[in-house]
């Protein structure tokens, strides 16, 4: 629905959020990118090899690896996908600068 709305391709997410194929998509740079990830000898012949390059994670806490996404990718993010609090809280003023980044760029926020 961001991607709709905002007519923008790309995602910034931190956190697990299902196997969806934009969630998949992180890891299709290469053949074997997946392994580790699914069960052995499970394939991911589903995943469009299309969405490779539209999902960059970033970890929790970690605002200054989401700046440097939204530097390198902000024009293009449709949405900042995460929990606002994971197993610990967020660090003071974490959450207000991924709002920011999101404001910055046009992302949608999506909590």
Request: hydrophobic fraction near 40%; include cysteine; aromatic fraction near 8%.
């Amino acid at each position: 629905m961001a991607r709709a709305y905002t007519g923008k391709t790309k995602i910034a997410r931190c956190g697990y959020h299902g196997w969806h194929d934009w969630y998949l998509a992180a890891n299709l740079s290469k053949d074997k990118a997946l392994d580790g990830h699914l069960l052995p000898g499970l394939e991911p012949l589903g995943v469009p090899r299309g969405l490779t390059g539209t999902l960059h994670p970033f970890p929790y806490n970690r605002l200054d690896v989401l700046e440097r996404i939204v530097e390198e990718q902000g024009d293009q993010l449709a949405a900042i996908v995460m929990e606002p609090v994971r197993e610990m809280g967020p660090e003071p003023g974490f959450l207000e600068g991924v709002r920011a980044c999101a404001s910055r760029c046009g992302a949608v926020l999506i909590f």
